[in-house]
T-cell receptor
């Protein structure tokens, strides 16, 4: 079975540009999580969805960040405008309802110059 | 407020020996879950083991076991018979109310031949 798929795997952009990160959860999983990993702050939960509905977005750093889940097999995390401090690895994870384990995608390494 | 503490930034262990990675937590939730993830140098997050707050038995998964001491609020990971491939970052995490998950700062394990 395919795991969580994230694209792109690497993104280099300039400050002020819009960045869109994509995630395809494991088929049948109804929870989707977006995390950010930096050296300074470690792994932080940004937002999570259940059945395509955002449940907790308290970790979204500011209005420049937005996340959507238009259907059960696709989610996006958008940063507009991007800033150098947004440079990080962004992970998407999914889990099945009734199960505890979150399965992580390979991550997107974002560098904002 | 929820908190996860991993006090060992780095640990060394001889190949084939056992090692314990420490994790303490704080939460006011009655129901919660504790996880350990492994992050090798390639960057992916690999689920290792899960312990529910109401589970009376310590969780085990192959060479991994979780030493759960609820009164002390600790959830230490024990790796038996260490292998060179165990060299990685190890993260303790806690799922509190809902599925909001927080991660510790991590412990880097070095396995010596």
């Amino acid at each position: 079975d395919a795991g969580v798929i994230q694209s792109p795997r690497h993104e280099v952009t300039e400050m002020g540009q819009e960045v869109t990160l994509r995630c395809k959860p494991i088929s049948g999983h109804d929870y989707l999580f977006w995390y950010r990993q930096t050296m300074m702050r470690g792994l932080e939960l940004l937002i999570y969805f259940n059945n395509n509905v955002p449940i907790d977005d308290s970790g979204m750093p500011e209005d420049r960040f937005s996340a959507k889940m238009p259907n059960a097999s696709f989610s996006t995390l958008k940063i507009q405008p991007s800033e150098p401090r947004d440079s990080a690895v962004y992970f998407c994870a999914s889990k099945a309802g009734g199960r505890e384990t979150q399965y992580f995608g390979p991550g997107t390494r974002l560098l904002v110059l | 407020a929820q908190k996860i503490t991993q006090t060992q930034p780095g640990m060394f262990v001889q190949e084939k020996e056992a090692v314990t990675l420490d994790c303490t937590y704080d939460t006011s939730d009655q129901s919660y879950g504790l996880f350990w993830y492994k992050q090798p140098s390639s960057g992916e997050m690999i689920f290792l083991i899960y312990q529910g707050s109401y589970d009376e038995q310590n969780a085990t998964e192959g060479r991994y076991s979780l030493n759960f001491q609820k009164a002390r609020k600790s959830a230490n990971l024990v790796i038996s018979a260490s292998q060179l491939g165990d060299s990685a970052m190890y993260f303790c995490a806690m799922r509190g109310g809902g599925f909001k998950t927080i991660f510790g700062a991590g412990t880097r394990l070095f396995v010596k031949a």
